[in-house]
């Protein structure tokens, strides 16, 4: 008996009128937990009942545990006639099931029908008290951490960064089942959220398997998503990378809070020699040789041809940039080697994180991406029926139908696309794929898989434990003078994937880097920027004929390049109208409709240091002999240099001019360069892959030679930069500003366009869907404007074709105010300041150690006898510690204490195991945390209803996030059949999300949170059909509940924890600040 | 292209204070969107009438789903779909329970029935007010009234309890509520002088005063009935004006005490017994609801206006009501003092009110 759930019904307010006679309710709550139910009492005669029921006891299966969310039913009690339902509120547990998040859930929950909305809200408790289960054959993974977060979740740091891990699980679509037709809808997007909740529920636990299989603790990075296939299904699938955290102790992380610190400074002397050879004679480190002699035939033999030739090649390399050769070129080829014999491993060496700790990325290649077009009545093919002779064991949900897919369609279509996308990141000479995530697009039976990535080399410390610390001094040195080291092109120069002008970095000289860079990951936080950064968006529609099946499909895949052609021509045209020579957080989105298929890319554009100045843009006319048009184009000619010239001063690039001489390369022609690899395929495996570049053309030249280029540039032009004091970005933080202030508004907008079938052009389309775009921003800048100076991050698109005629628009976003005068400041001082900061912490760094190992002195009052001799030990080797990082961090600034940290951290799991290591920050972090929840529980207590942050971003400004509470995956469907009484299909939307958020904020305050980090709208279907005054909508969110406390609060907090800290420290252990 | 969906959700709830108002006077989207073009917006902010559009029925839609709660705002501080800072729904529920002084000049007093809500028409049209404005303001006193009508303790208090109101408007809604319950006639010509002020300063002192919470605040009946056993008693005041002899020595403690004093003391001294007459009179007759209900125009046909007439300064008619209510303390033939100071304390600072032009 692996776990006891309890549940407690306290009470109800609000509660709808349910007796129309005497205007009261008599309401009583059901409590259901997999087949288990309990009531309580009827309250009569009252709107606001107090139940105030005994503990009911559910004794389950972890596994259920992790698979059921907890069903609680409110309803009106009738004598005479049944019972009628008043709402329903589905709570996840799962939160409750690993030791450093929640303990318990308590609060008010909305009561949610599914076609009256929410009716009322209910105070409910529940507790879990867990039994440990020693079984190694056990089928579930509580424990097991799951993050929305696309980035080291910020109070916990990487030990180990283990990869890629994929699950799908499909059903039967209770909304297609035969039984669907004699129930009520109420009754069917029940059964419909129930089941998803379920799916998710199970495909959570599988995962989680997968992670604890990895040795990994948690999963980054998580992102769960579900295909309506319609009748041929309903697919839950979720990718994540699995990851070893590790809490950081303090609240206060820029402290490397270790308990005991000096322990591990032993380990931290680089002796590694970088040079390959070392590694057949002689590894330094033990671990390091078992990481090799755990596979080295694998490892050595499995080498891929690319490494091999760049093996041979890099000194070639080096021949033209003197010093680069000599330390780059080998060391390059060592970490390619080592990387690779992590990463070979794996099946998929993809990671859907786009941030990462300092280090990690070594080179960025650039977007790799594929798409597919399935069919998925295929499914059911006497073909793909034999598949499923080779199934793993896959258990079934509630509805026992042996017609359901096995999901192993799915998978292998999803192999196939990784498998091109990792052969397409091989290409760029990359290992690994981040940044990387997946999407369908479906219609009818058609539908459309897309992956897309960023090819990178990793840094492979990080990925493999007890892999070469050496490798870590090699390439501080290689990189850290510059900060440029991710622009440096992975792939060997002379043999080139595609036509690419590369230069010499502008940065250190020393390194190639191309013209122009693609990324799907955010701005490094290292990275050198000019300016400000801005969105940038490629859109695009063309026009389909309808088809059914296999001619539908074909269709489709025969447009699919073009579009794609078309998007990334467009995005290059922009960023260069911009001025800029960098995209960030690319995400391209191809929607299928009936009769059209939809492009649109977003991106962040910036202006990288180390890259080259983009060229500007070249109008070529056809007819040269006619002078007017001459005219005209030399007239068009300016306005864009005039947009150029204007759009650098509103972004603030100015980059130093460098001359010819000191580059030491020909300056750079402008020149139309791809560094999208892709491909599609129908269901076959025919790889295409498409060259993107211009040919041969040397610069980049418009040809304006019918009236659709004339188009084309005009749309170019017709993009409005945001309103003064705006800015607007899609990736984590607007790259140029740094000094946010703490407000933030979340929202989300939606917009639906009926397009008039008459005159349906490509161009009508194209101009239809821009304006959409277009006056969407526009909207969104006028409604926030009472928060200017602000910028919209992480703004995200996403398109889809419910209809015919409609486009359905949906933004999600947050607005954060910044400082301005600060910001400007830091701009112009931005280097000075690294510059200081990197003094700074070299001072710190050097005073580290010695007050650590006090600190870990005192904070163990009875030190066992050997950790005290290691402590001894450890002493005497600081110096030499200490020496060692001093010279390899001198110009490293901001990364020195993370760096640190890591690096202990390692020490101490290769010394203590990670177990020990986890129980000491255990008992360290519940008075920590008591202390903040009591904190930051008065601003809570002054209103009624808590406040709930929500943000897309990974952080809240201004704020330290102290506690992450569980994942937030929730599901809902709204039905009505009185649109127009309630306001029409905006009203119905509009007071659907507002309730979507409502239950979000509940279910995180339950929890003890006060905000959800990497919040997104991952889906929000809507269907309308006016003439039967019908509407359904169904949405899916997900994000981490987490507790943050105001770096205000926080200053007073710590000036006080002194005290805290002796009173605590006598009887157990310390709490580290 | 035609915008079939187009909608805002915040996590905090955005309110426009401009298009709040505007929603408040009942102007429709397309009234509002040209008032706000009107203000200059669009060149402050560079934005389209498209925009605008899409904003301001954002914007109402909002507010027509905050309606519901803000009919019980205790329900907008609890409720969990709108994430509303907590000055932004005092500001919300403020200004929603606002009226418009020429609103309740017109329904002042008046049974809040039916059939005062078909009158809305007219009011609309004579008042320049919306329609839909008038009916939010009419619905506010109602339900207001429906919620506080059988409740104990004092009016205010529960006022403010229960629709969250500043002090200012919690009072001014006691004023309405107590109105509309004693059915005071506020509509005749004589009275159209008056300031929906004026009555609500009235009101205070009189619920202050007059009422059964005046006496004890544990009584059922609180602060929304007049006291029935003071206004019955009310009769036995009759006496100084009945009563020749005490009608004199009245007059002439005033006359001694005045004299000199007052500038139009020879006017005060003809119309002593006419004013004395109809003061006392008013209070004999507020055992009859008519009565009760033309307690204001009694007052400023008996006293407000004959005293005008003569031109009295404010000063004056102060001094002249201060020393005709202090004189009866020494009339020693009269015995009801304390019933005297409760009428005529109140009636002295309602009349002093009433006095203007």
Redesign the interface.
């Known amino acids: 008996m692996p776990g006891k759930l309890k549940v407690k019904i306290v009470a109800g307010r609000h509660l709808p009128v349910m007796d129309r006679a005497s205007d009261l309710t008599d309401a009583f709550v059901e409590v259901k937990f997999g087949n288990t139910t309990f009531k309580t009492d009827v309250y009569l005669k009252s709107l606001n009942p107090q139940w105030n029921s005994e503990w009911f006891k559910f004794e389950v299966d972890d596994e259920d545990l992790q698979d059921e969310p907890l069903q609680i039913t409110v309803l009106d009690h009738d004598t005479y006639s049944a019972n009628d339902a008043i709402g329903k509120v589905y709570i996840d547990i799962d939160p409750l099931l690993y030791s450093e998040a929640a303990t318990v859930i308590s609060g008010w929950f909305p009561i949610y029908d599914t076609i009256h909305g929410i009716r009322g809200e209910i105070n409910v408790v529940v507790k879990v008290d867990l039994f440990n289960d020693l079984n190694r054959f056990r089928q579930s993974s509580c424990g097991v951490k799951f993050f929305c977060t696309t980035s080291i979740p910020k109070c916990y740091r990487a030990v180990i960064i283990h990869g890629f891990v994929e699950e799908l699980v499909v059903n039967e679509d209770p909304e297609y089942q035969w039984i669907d037709r004699i129930r009520t809808p109420r009754a069917s997007n029940e059964a419909r959220q129930r089941l998803i909740s379920l799916m998710s529920g199970e495909l959570q636990r599988k995962i989680g398997l997968k992670v604890l299989e990895m040795r990994g603790n948690a999963v980054v990075g998580y992102l769960q998503c579900f295909d309506l296939e319609g009748e041929s299904g309903l697919v839950v699938r979720a990718i994540g990378t699995a990851c070893t955290l590790d809490k950081l102790s303090s609240p206060a992380a820029f402290l490397p809070a270790c308990n005991s610190p000096s322990k591990e400074m032993k380990e931290i002397p680089f002796n590694e020699d970088p040079n390959p050879n070392t590694h057949s004679s002689g590894p330094s480190t033990p671990l390091k040789n078992q990481t090799y002699s755990f596979s080295p035939s694998k490892s050595y033999s499995r080498q891929s041809s690319s490494s091999d030739t760049d093996l041979s090649l890099t000194p070639k390399t080096g021949m033209g940039s003197g010093s680069a050769g000599k330390e780059g070129g080998p060391f390059k080829a060592l970490l390619r080697q080592q990387t690779q014999s992590a990463l070979e491993q794996r099946e998929f060496p993809f990671f859907t994180l786009t941030a990462f700790p300092p280090g990690f990325l070594v080179h960025v290649g650039g977007v790799v991406s594929a798409r597919s077009v399935k069919l998925l009545d295929r499914i059911h093919n006497p073909a793909f029926v034999g598949i499923m002779g080779n199934t793993r064991s896959y258990k079934l949900l509630d509805w026992n139908s042996f017609n359901s897919d096995e999901p192993e369609t799915r998978d292998a279509w999803w192999a196939e696309i990784r498998q091109e996308i990792k052969s397409h990141a091989k290409a760029l000479g990359c290992h690994a794929v981040v940044g990387y995530s997946e999407s369908t697009s479906i219609c009818e039976e058609v539908c459309i898989l897309s992956a897309s990535g960023t090819a990178a080399v990793l840094n492979p410390r990080f990925l493999q434990d007890g892999t070469v610390e050496g490798c870590l001094e090699q390439r501080l040195e290689e990189n850290l003078p510059t900060r440029c080291g991710f622009c440096h092109i992975p792939y060997d120069e002379l043999n080139m994937p595609f036509p690419a002008h590369l230069t010499y970095c502008y940065n250190c000289r020393k390194q190639k880097v191309p013209d122009v860079l693609f990324t799907t990951i955010d701005l490094p936080t290292d990275a050198t920027v000019i300016g400000k950064g801005c969105l940038i968006q490629a859109r695009l529609c063309r026009l389909k004929k309808k088809a059914q099946a296999e001619a539908n499909a074909t269709a489709i895949s025969n447009l699919l390049p073009f579009m794609e052609y078309e998007v990334h021509t467009q995005l290059m045209n922009k960023l260069k109208l911009k001025g800029m020579n960098a995209l960030f957080g690319l995400r391209i989105q191809i929607t299928v409709g009936e009769n059209m298929l939809m492009g649109l890319a977003s991106a962040t554009g910036v202006y990288l240091a180390a890259l080259p100045t983009p060229g500007g843009i070249q109008i070529a006319g056809k007819t040269p002999n006619d002078g007017s048009y001459e005219q005209h184009i030399s007239h068009m000619q300016k306005k864009i240099n005039d947009t150029i010239a204007k759009n650098k001063e509103l972004y603030e690039i100015s980059p130093p001019e460098i001359s010819e001489e000191i580059i030491g390369s020909p300056i750079p022609e402008p020149r139309q360069r791809s560094r999208l690899l892709r491909s599609q395929s129908e269901s076959s495996d025919e790889v295409t892959e498409l060259d993107l570049s211009h040919g041969k053309k040397d610069a980049f030249v418009l040809e304006i030679d019918d009236t659709d280029a004339m188009e084309d540039v005009h749309s170019l032009l017709t993009d409005v930069p945001p309103p003064s004091g705006f800015y607007s970005c899609n990736t984590e933080i607007m790259p140029g500003i740094n000094n946010w202030t703490s407000e933030i508004q979340m929202f989300t907008s939606v917009r639906v366009i009926r397009l008039s079938s008459l005159n349906l052009t490509n161009q009508a389309l194209n101009k239809n869907f821009n304006d959409l775009c277009e006056n969407l921003l526009k909207s969104l800048y006028f409604k926030l404007r009472s928060m200017i100076p602000c910028c919209l991050c992480h703004v995200n698109f996403t398109v889809s074709l419910p209809e015919d005629e409609l486009i359905q628009v949906t933004v999600t976003a947050v607005a954060i105010t910044f400082d301005k005068n600060q910001a400007l400041q830091t701009t112009k001082t931005h280097v000075e300041k690294s510059l200081q900061r990197a003094s700074t912490d070299n001072e710190e760094l050097l005073q580290f150690p010695l007050e650590l190992c006090s600190d870990s002195l005192s904070s163990h009052p009875l030190p066992p006898a050997k950790e005290h001799l290691e402590s001894a030990s450890s002493n005497s080797g600081i110096p030499a510690a200490q020496r060692a990082t001093s010279v390899d961090y001198s110009s490293f600034a901001d990364r020195c204490s993370s760096w640190i940290e890591l690096i202990k951290l390692k020490a101490q799991t290769i010394r203590r195991g990670s177990i020990k290591t986890t129980v000491t920050v255990e008992k360290a972090s519940p008075v920590g945390d008591g202390n903040f929840r009591n904190r930051s529980a008065p601003p809570c207590a002054n209103s009624t209803v808590g406040v709930v942050k929500m943000t897309p971003l990974s952080f809240i400004p201004g704020a330290k996030i102290t506690k992450y509470l569980g994942i937030i995956n929730m599901f809902f469907i709204r039905e009505t059949t009185s649109l127009r009484e309630e306001g029409g299909v905006s009203g119905f939307l509009h007071a659907f999300i507002a309730e979507v958020f409502a239950m979000v904020r509940a279910h995180v305050a339950a929890l003890g949170g006060n905000a959800v980090v990497s919040y997104i709208m991952k889906q929000c279907v809507f269907m309308e059909n006016p003439n039967k005054n019908q509407a359904q909508c169904l949405i899916n969110v997900s994000g981490d509940a987490v507790v943050f406390v105001r770096e205000s609060d926080l200053e007073v907090v710590s000036t006080q924890q002194p005290t805290a800290n002796c009173q605590s420290s006598c009887t157990e252990g310390e709490v580290t600040t | ?14 309110i426009d204070e401009d298009v709040y108002r505007l929603w408040l006077d009942g102007y429709s989207v397309t009234d509002a969107v040209a008032l706000r073009v009107r203000s200059g917006i669009l060149e402050q ?4 009438a ?3 559009q ?2 301001t ?2 914007h109402y ?2 507010f ?2 905050l309606e519901r709660l803000l009919h019980a705002p205790p ?1 907008l ?7 509303i ?2 000055s932004r729904q005092a500001l919300l529920i403020e200004r929603y329970y606002a009226f418009d002084e020429a609103f309740v000049r017109e329904v002042l007093g008046k049974k809040l029935s039916k059939g005062t809500k078909k009158d809305l028409d007219d009011i609309s049209t004579k008042t320049g007010i919306t329609l839909k404005s008038c009916r939010r303001q009419f619905d506010n006193f109602k339900r207001v009234f429906k919620v506080v009508e059988e409740m104990r303790g004092s009016l205010v208090d529960n006022i403010q309890q229960h629709f969250l109101l500043s002090d200012r408007l919690a009072r001014d809604y006691a004023a309405i509520v107590f109105f509309a319950n004693n059915r005071f006639e506020t509509g005749k010509k004589k009275l159209q002088y008056l300031s929906f002020g004026d009555f609500a300063f009235c009101a205070e002192l009189m619920i202050q005063n007059w009422t059964l919470g005046a006496v004890d605040s544990q009584m059922d009946d609180m602060d929304m009935d007049l006291d029935k056993e003071f206004l019955q008693d009310l009769k036995e005041l009759k006496v100084l004006v009945a009563d020749k002899d005490l009608l004199d020595l009245h007059k002439s403690l005033v006359c001694t005490a005045l004299r000199g004093k007052l500038g139009v003391f020879s006017e005060m001294e003809a119309n002593f017994k006419n004013l004395s007459r109809g003061l006392v009179n008013v209070a004999a007759k507020l055992t009859h609801n008519k009565d009760v209900r033309d307690l204001f125009v009694d007052l400023v046909e008996k006293f407000v206006e004959p005293c005008r007439s003569d031109h009295w300064p404010l000063s004056d008619v102060r001094f002249f009501l201060n020393q005709y209510s202090a004189s009866v303390h020494s009339l020693d033939g009269f015995r009801h003092q304390t019933l005297w100071d409760r009428y005529m304390g109140t009636l002295r600072g309602c009349l002093l009110r009433l006095y203007h032009d």
């Open positions: 292209m035609t915008s079939e969906l187009d909608i805002f959700v915040g996590n905090t709830t955005l902010t560079g934005a389209t498209a925009v605008l899409s904003d029925m954002d839609r909002t027509h789903m329900k501080l609890h409720q969990l779909i709108f994430q800072p907590p």
